[in-house]
């Protein structure tokens, strides 16, 4: 079964405003690995998925980071990651049941081989 991997945009990807530690490059290869990925951020949901179009990244998923339990009912998945840089998405993942990779941890790609997050 598949690992889901949301990422915050603002302070966690390279792309946000302001940018974060969290490459393009690294999202490519969570997705080239089998990852499902995909958005969860404050941003409007059209304006998420013209950050992902304009970088040419197909994603399963934008949502709202309150969204985060609707994704993971739409996508059976082994394990769940969001990867933030704030408390409140850390608060929004926990109460998901997804594991928190804050954006700075996040070089570590735990997704990747199933090691354990930060939670």
């Not at 991997?5 to 089998?34: C, N, Q, Y």
């Not at 933030?84 to 790609?109: P, S």
């Amino acid at each position: 079964m598949a690992v889901l991997v949301s990422f915050d945009i603002d302070g966690t990807l390279e792309a946000g405003d302001p940018p974060g530690p969290i490459t393009m490059s690294m999202v490519r290869k969570a997705r080239d690995h089998g990852c499902i990925i995909g958005s969860s951020s404050d941003r409007p949901l059209p304006v998420q998925q013209a950050i992902w179009d304009r970088h040419g990244i197909e994603v399963s998923f934008v949502s709202a980071k309150q969204g985060l339990p609707d994704v993971k009912c739409r996508f059976p998945a082994e394990e769940y990651y969001h990867v933030g840089d704030t408390e409140l998405d850390r608060q929004f993942a926990l109460e998901a049941g997804f594991h928190f990779v804050l954006m700075d941890a996040g070089n570590t790609e735990p997704w990747l081989d199933g090691r354990p997050a930060l939670d």
